[in-house]
């Protein structure tokens, strides 16, 4: 048989176990109010780029570096007068500095042993860059450049690249989106588990990201900004917390 002490000790026990479980029932709100909930919410708009930037590139090769340097001139001036007869005003080209390149060839003997060099001349480059608003007007002169090289040019055209220069307006759009989308989801989901948000404890912003329409663009953890499509869609995501009121 059990001593009455032992008795007594078990009967404290069992209050105060019941006693603890009592306080935290009790108490459930209060540690509820701590309860959180994690939602994301994205913003997403599609638009039309609304800046474009060409660049080409031309050479010419003479034996002396003077005759290099006047042939190039002409090539310019060529070049500046396609431009501007497709509509593409002064301001908008730009002509970069000139680089040199002193061209040779290795000499070998009978045996294939590199005996020197001959110097072959003077190669000259010069790129142009024209930054536009007219998107259509530029792409039409890139399309057009073999105007340039049936008159003898060594010309080297790059693809169109396209810009959007209202980013700051884009971006605060779509944080406002990316935050209603979020706290809509926030508010269905408290809903459904017989409970509502309360107030907001954090906010974070994900990566700006641009992606070409119709394209194969992937997402990246750095974010993507495409400059090779037109037509684009710029997305941001938002991650809340907010709290949960049972």
């Known amino acids: 048989m059990s001593s009455p002490k032992k008795t007594t000790s078990y009967a404290l026990v069992i209050l105060l176990s019941v006693g ?9 709100y209060t540690y509820s109010e701590k309860n959180t909930i994690e939602v994301k919410g994205i913003g997403s708009k599609s638009f039309k780029s609304n800046l474009i930037v060409w660049e080409g590139s031309f050479y010419t090769t003479n034996e002396t570096l003077q005759g290099a340097y006047a042939e190039l001139k002409k090539h310019q001036d060529i070049v500046k007068s396609f431009l ?8 908008e ?7 040199t390149d002193k061209r040779s060839e290795s000499i070998y ?3 294939g042993r590199r005996i020197g060099s001959r110097f072959l001349g003077y190669r000259l480059s010069q790129d142009v860059t024209i930054e536009s608003s007219e998107l259509e007007k530029v792409e039409m002169v890139s399309r057009s450049i073999t105007e340039v090289l049936n008159q003898g040019l060594e010309f080297y055209s790059k693809s169109p690249r396209y810009y959007f220069n209202e980013l ?4 605060h759009d779509l944080i406002s989106l990316a935050t209603e989308d979020a706290k809509n989801r926030a508010e269905i989901i408290a809903q459904k588990a017989g409970a509502s948000i309360g107030d907001l404890k954090s906010a974070d912003m994900g990566v700006f990201q641009i ?3 119709n394209s194969t663009d992937e997402y990246s953890w ?3 900004y495409n400059t090779s499509s037109k037509y684009k869609t710029a997305s941001v995501t938002m991650d809340l917390t907010y709290e949960i009121n049972n």
């Open 20 to 28: 603890i479980l009592s306080y935290a029932y009790m108490h459930r």
């Open 93 to 99: 080209m730009v002509f970069g500095a000139v680089e």
């Open 84 to 91: 501007l007869g497709k509509g593409v005003a002064e301001k």
């Open 211 to 213: 992606v070409g329409q």
């Open 168 to 171: 700051d307006n884009l971006k």
């Open 109 to 111: 003997n009978n045996d």
């Open 222 to 224: 750095g974010g993507t």
